[in-house]
């Protein structure tokens, strides 16, 4: 695809991160960022296309189960795959999985993950009735104190340290179902971990409408693999929840459904 304005397409970023920039951009027709659901599978197609260009030997479906070490060096990785453990062994390991796994293996200092640990996951919703739905939006009444009041003491009594002040519209209809024993917004996890809306949600884009989920609590260890499951069933539970809440009680929502978890 022909690039426009590559340099504003990545911001005059130089060298491999500018070149993907550009090469995401001429399929998005701009900068990436203002299309969650679109731009991430972009993302993985022209990975996917400059590994193969550069001739990248790629893994997929494999964990890490061991370093391997040589003195003091690490040079290699043991992989576990649908044909086994493997080695791997590499000159340079780069560890870029996010929750620092390879440093732990490898012996490095690490946080003890009580400090701070926000995970979170993205959704969207399809088959939105978007006019109807910014209709609802727009012509919401400004919500009554009553209301306002209820959901910010509603999200602190519950681990949220901030109230999502664009679920406005939504407050009667959020403190409805809360009394009906519905739906809740701000969702507990094990005991000690918060859940809900973490910035509300996107602009609606092509009938998808898009948000992303915040977790929220103290003494969490994000080591802990037994509470990192207990999360992400949380989590998927209550975004299921979330979107049946959705087609009962907010206009436009009534024949969506639950695009990606």
């Not at 919703?125 to 006019?131: C, K, M, S, Y």
Request: hydrophobic share 40%; aromatic share 10%.
């Amino acid at each position: 695809l022909a690039l426009v304005n590559p340099d504003a397409m990545a911001g005059g970023l130089k060298g491999i991160v500018g070149e993907f920039l550009n090469r995401c951009g001429a399929y998005v027709g701009g900068q990436l960022g203002h299309d969650y659901f679109f731009d991430s599978q972009v993302v993985s197609y022209v990975w996917l296309r400059m590994m193969e260009e550069n001739r990248v030997e790629l893994m997929l479906n494999a964990c890490v189960s061991d370093v391997i070490r040589e003195e003091t060096r690490i040079t290699g990785l043991v992989v576990e795959t649908k044909s086994g453990s493997q080695a791997v062994k590499a000159k340079v390991v780069i560890d870029a999985t996010g929750d620092a796994d390879v440093a732990f293996m490898a012996g490095c200092p690490m946080d003890d993950g009580h400090v701070y640990f926000h995970p979170g996951c993205y959704f969207a919703i399809g088959g939105l009735d978007e006019a109807r739905y910014l209709d609802f939006i727009k012509n919401a009444p400004p919500p009554d104190p009553k209301d306002l009041e209820w959901g910010q003491k509603t999200f602190k009594e519950n681990g949220m340290p901030w109230y999502v002040s664009s679920l406005n519209p939504m407050l009667p209809s959020l403190k409805k179902a809360w009394f009906e024993g519905e739906y809740r917004i701000v969702g507990r996890i094990a005991g000690r971990v918060a859940i809900s809306i973490d910035h509300g949600f996107y602009a609606p884009q092509r009938g998808i409408l898009g948000t992303q989920v915040g977790l929220w609590g103290s003494g969490i260890d994000g080591g802990d693999a037994a509470l990192r499951t207990a999360l992400e069933v949380g989590s998927r539970k209550w975004i299921f929840e979330t979107a049946q809440f959705l087609r009962a009680r907010i206009p436009g929502f009534e024949q969506s459904h639950l695009h990606m978890i």
